[in-house]
């Protein structure tokens, strides 16, 4: 993991609310993935408005990546 990519999980890591891409860097999950993970229900994805911007709550994505057995 280069130098950016650890900040990001460092200041994803610090929020409330993730983008995808925060989730993907997180899990080291590709983003086709985690839409996978959200379509069999397995992490829960949050949506504002219709086809607007995906947002995960932090702990909900830490529950599933200590959960995640593959």
Do not use: H
Not at 9 to 28: C, F, G, H, R
């Amino acid at each position: 993991m280069d130098e950016t990519q650890r900040l990001r999980v460092e200041l994803a890591q610090a929020k409330k609310y993730l983008d995808i891409t925060d989730v993907s860097l997180m899990s080291n999950k590709s983003i086709s993935t985690i839409r996978r993970k959200i379509s069999d229900g397995l992490i829960k994805a949050y949506q504002d408005v219709p086809n607007g911007k995906l947002l995960f709550k932090r702990i909900d994505v830490e529950n599933w990546i200590e959960g995640v057995v593959e």
